[in-house]
């Protein structure tokens, strides 16, 4: 879903869930957004409900946010980026919060 963006010169989507397609020479991300509505999970006096992930045919139904598409150099240096940064960033996390 898009952002107002008031603070920038680009647009900024958030996302919950990406699917993507890597080949010789490129990868093709496809940004989701998926939230269930309550109404359809919730139920009046039943405590806390545990909501399912959304199934592959849910997530390929949903139109995307927006698509990237990388070069191969980028996406190697994204990786390289994420194996040396998530380790450190995953240990300042907060446990309560999960892992989304």
């Not at 957004?33 to 405590?47: L, N, R, S, V, Y």
């Not at 300042?92 to 999960?98: E, L």
């Given at each position: 879903m898009p952002d107002d963006g008031?603070?920038?010169?680009?647009?900024?989507?958030?996302?919950?869930?990406?699917?993507?397609?890597?080949?010789?020479?490129?990868?093709?991300?496809?940004?989701?957004?998926?939230?269930?509505?309550?109404?359809?999970?919730?139920?009046?006096?039943?405590?806390?409900?545990?909501?399912?992930?959304?199934?592959?045919?849910?997530?390929?139904?949903?139109?995307?946010v927006a698509r990237v598409s990388?070069?191969?150099?980028?996406?190697?240096?994204?990786?390289?980026?994420?194996?040396?940064?998530?380790?450190?960033?995953?240990?300042?996390?907060?446990?309560?919060?999960?892992?989304?």
């Open positions: 008031k603070k920038c010169d680009f647009p900024i989507y958030h996302a919950n869930i990406v699917t993507s397609n890597l080949n010789a020479d490129e990868m093709t991300m496809e940004l989701r957004w998926i939230a269930p509505h309550h109404k359809d999970w919730m139920k009046a006096g039943t405590g806390v409900t545990q909501i399912p992930p959304p199934s592959v045919e849910d997530v390929m139904a949903t139109e995307p990388l070069t191969f150099n980028a996406v190697r240096a994204l990786k390289q980026y994420l194996d040396q940064a998530f380790p450190e960033i995953e240990k300042s996390r907060n446990p309560s919060r999960g892992t989304t």
